[in-house]
């Protein structure tokens, strides 16, 4: 009797240790991972790359990594999109990053401080801003200052986050004072809620516009090129994928690159 | 025919004080309890330990951080009154009388407590944004209810309803309707059974309802952040302050983190009475 | 107060019709599920008879049956009280607030309801316990409360299901003097399974058995001369010789 009870004890604390084991295994990847492409295949030694790159790239660099994928075979990309300090933040916990695309400066430079960069991040894609509208444009927006005006529901990203930061600039560069009535955490929100007709208008940047289609009216502003954001690309220190990670950096920052880049509207740095 | 050996320990308790003996739980049950506490409690702990404890004081106290508490527990309270006029009367809608499709109802009522919060911010915006089903009536009428705090309240007591609704109804269903009963054979009207009867009887499951319909309005996001958008002061609760601060100031944000853990422990430990066999 | 129900219920086999005259004590006797509380029950309003027709002092309660329109009357619109096997004090009142809570539904300011419990307390012989809580009561003496919050409702008919079934074997005899006082004058449907209670308290007896009434008369009559099995076994070895 008394040796079942601590059987069955027993039991229960290894099934529960081997549970939380297991699950420690694998940390750090929040945002579900997108591969590209088929598993390694016949050719030289199959080898997978992961690349954590910010939210604004997920339509150009799907493309550049089936292209990478196509031009080496046996190599897989991986893909995990998300907000830059979600990923910096992954990343200094210890999720397993070979390649870093951030969507400001600041973000690569927490990294870099945090020395988990390895040489020096490249600059391969700037950004500005565009202001959305619904298709119909309801407010009739025609220019920056006209987003000032009383009545009007725009919606920006909170200064916080990259895309909020040019939006603070411009503001101070051109003196008009915005006051929103949402300060969202990702441009997507915001453009969600141009498109959901919510609001009457949004900031967000160019890339997002192009990438809207019909969805939203993109009416480009002068002022915009107060504000640039300066794309970085960086191999994350002690990868054990450098050599391959330097090549897709490589890649993305030649021409091959500008090209994906450029026609979804990023601009060259 | 001899009697088997009687095996079993016999637990020397001889300071176990004298009186009614309490048949407990086995141990091994009590240990995988252990393991369930420790998991919700284990999380919390090596939370506190990353709070930067010397700048403590400052993270908590600043304007935003500020404005984002009082916002939050203004509209969880507005949140939880709401929820107790509209959710008693479900309750008893629900517990007490019989109409068709009763089942259904009762199954769509709780489905806040199933859908993810997102998704309820999504079905708020279909009713009550600029575009939705009602939003337009109310812009008509001159209610601007999107990128409000009305819509916060909206929100929360759209996540919250179902505790309340839950918790009465599961006190009048154990309490039974025999007093009522009783009451109108004395001559109470329907309304007077419901003041004087009903409502002092279901009070205990009517305060930790409330309890608990406050505390998950507190902690409400993803409801809040579709339907009412972020903006301090206005629609940025904690929850949602906490957020933003993640982008540039995690120390912020932990910190702020375990403001809104005490601020629930407080809640639940205060108001929460586990109901009893009464 | 005359009170006149006949009431069926097909699914239960009940088919009753009876009379009960004003000042009237009637018994209702009978096994356990003859019907008895289904009676009580239809007559206070809680339970819808398939058909049949009931009416208090010229008002109809209820009337019920095809080819004719349905009236009904909600429980607290009869007239009638009931008092059930359990006190069913109200626990979050005062004893007094208990007793009072009819005269207050009835729209009686909180003065004189409370006037007319401490009397009806006082007539129960518990005016001592006024400001208890029902918790802390006995059983015999939240019975004796519960008759006195009855009667304080000033029903035209009182019900009574079984009141001495839930009390302690010494207290019977106690709450069987005071429901004898206060029954007085009364119109009454006493639900018992023990024909002392009948003997004691009723001037007449109905007998039912499997929702038919079996046996009616008066008590001392029906018991001394029963015609059905079931009334014998029930006044077995019953002495009748001694007064009342």
């Known amino acids: 009797m008394i040796r079942r009870h601590r059987l069955s004890a027993a039991l229960v604390l290894v099934l529960a240790t081997g549970l939380t084991a297991g699950c420690a295994g694998q940390a750090g990847t929040a945002g579900a991972p997108v591969s590209s492409g088929s598993a390694g295949s016949a050719g030289s030694s199959p080898e997978t790359l992961t690349v954590f790159a910010a939210a604004s790239l997920v339509g150009t660099f799907t493309a550049l990594a089936d292209q990478f994928e196509a031009a080496h075979p046996g190599v897989t990309v991986t893909l995990n999109f998300a907000g830059s300090a979600d990923l910096v933040t992954q990343i200094t916990e210890g999720a397993p990053a070979d390649v870093f695309a951030a969507a400001d400066t600041k973000n690569m430079a927490r990294l870099s401080d945090a020395g988990l960069v390895a040489g020096t991040p490249t600059v391969f894609a700037t950004n500005t801003l565009e202001i959305a509208v619904p298709p119909n444009n309801p407010a009739g927006i025609t220019s920056f200052a006209d987003l000032a005006r009383t009545g009007v529901a725009v919606v920006v990203c909170a200064p916080q986050v990259p895309c909020g930061a040019a939006a603070a600039t411009i503001e101070a560069a051109t003196g008009v004072t915005l006051t929103p009535v949402s300060e969202e955490n990702a441009v997507t929100d915001v453009l969600g809620k141009v498109s959901s007709r919510e609001a009457d208008a949004g900031l967000v940047y160019v890339t997002d516009v192009a990438a809207a289609g019909t969805s939203v009216l993109g009416i480009p502003f002068p002022e915009a090129d107060r504000a640039v954001n300066s794309y970085p690309i960086g191999v994350v220190a002690g990868s054990p994928h450098a050599g391959l990670g330097a090549s897709f950096a490589r890649f993305v920052t030649g021409p091959g690159g500008r090209v994906v880049l450029e026609a979804a509207g990023f601009g060259t740095p | 025919m001899a009697l088997p050996e009687l095996t079993g320990r016999s637990t020397a308790r001889g300071s176990a004080p004298a009186g009614p003996v309490t048949l407990g739980v086995p141990r091994w049950i009590l240990a995988i309890a252990a393991v369930g506490a420790l998991f919700i409690v284990l999380p919390i702990v090596g939370m506190t330990g990353r709070v930067d404890w010397a700048h403590f004081g400052s993270l908590v106290t600043s304007p935003s951080a500020v404005t984002a508490l009082l916002l939050s527990l203004r509209t969880a309270a507005a949140s939880t009154v709401l929820c107790l006029l509209l959710g008693v009367p479900m309750a008893l809608a629900l517990a007490r009388s019989r109409f068709p499709g009763q089942r259904l109802v009762r199954a769509v009522v709780l489905l806040p407590l199933v859908l993810p919060p997102v998704v309820g911010g999504i079905a708020l915006l279909s009713t009550f944004g600029r575009r939705g089903l009602l939003g337009q009536t109310f812009e008509l009428l001159g209610v601007q209810i999107a990128f409000s705090t009305t819509a916060v309240i909206l ?57 608990l319909a406050f505390a998950r309005a507190l902690g409400e996001f993803g409801a809040t952040l579709t339907f009412a958008g972020s903006l301090e002061g206005v629609t940025r609760t904690l929850p949602l302050e906490i957020y933003l601060q993640r982008e540039t100031d995690p120390d912020a944000a932990v910190a702020l983190a375990l403001v809104l853990v005490a601020v629930a422990v407080v809640v639940m430990v205060t108001a929460h009475r586990p109901r009893g066999l009464s | 107060m005359t009170f006149e129900l006949s009431a069926v219920i097909a699914r239960r086999g009940l088919d009753v019709s009876f009379t009960v005259a004003q000042g009237e004590t009637v018994a209702l006797l009978g096994s356990n599920g003859a019907g008895k509380s289904t009676v009580v029950e239809i007559s206070a309003g809680l339970l819808r008879p398939d058909a049949g027709r009931a009416a208090l002092a010229g008002r109809v309660l209820y009337d019920l049956g095809e080819g004719r329109p349905a009236a009904w009357l909600p429980p607290h619109a009869r007239g009638t009280a009931l008092l059930a096997q359990e006190p069913l004090l109200f626990p979050h009142l005062s004893v007094r607030d208990n007793v009072a809570f009819g005269p207050r539904s009835a729209g009686a300011s909180r003065a004189r309801s409370r006037e007319i419990a401490d009397d009806w307390l006082a007539s129960a012989e518990v005016a001592d316990l006024a400001d208890r809580r029902p918790t802390s009561l006995s059983g015999g003496q939240a019975q004796r409360v519960a008759v006195a919050r009855a009667l304080a409702a000033d029903p035209r008919l009182l019900l009574l299901d079984e009141p001495m079934t839930a009390l302690d074997v010494a207290a019977v005899p106690a709450q069987r003097r005071l429901l004898h006082r206060v029954l007085a004058g009364r119109t009454v449907i006493l639900v018992t399974h023990d024909p002392l209670d009948a003997l004691a308290l009723a001037s007449r007896v109905i007998v039912l058995e499997r929702g038919r009434i079996v046996e009616e008369g008066p008590t001392r009559t029906v018991f001394a001369h029963p015609q059905t099995a079931f009334t014998r076994a029930l006044t077995f070895g019953l002495d009748l010789s001694a007064g009342a």
Do not use: D, I
Not at chain 2, 166 to 185: F, H, I, M
Not at chain 2, 189 to 205: I, K, N, Q
């Open chain 2, 155 to 211: 929100a929360q007591t759209f996540v919250a309803l179902p505790f309340l609704v839950l918790s009465v109804e599961a006190t009048l269903r154990a309490s039974g309707a025999r007093y009522e009963a009783v009451a109108a054979t004395l001559g109470a009207t329907p309304s007077v059974v419901f003041w004087r009867v009903t409502l002092p009887l279901v009070l205990p499951g009517l305060v930790s309802g409330a309890v």
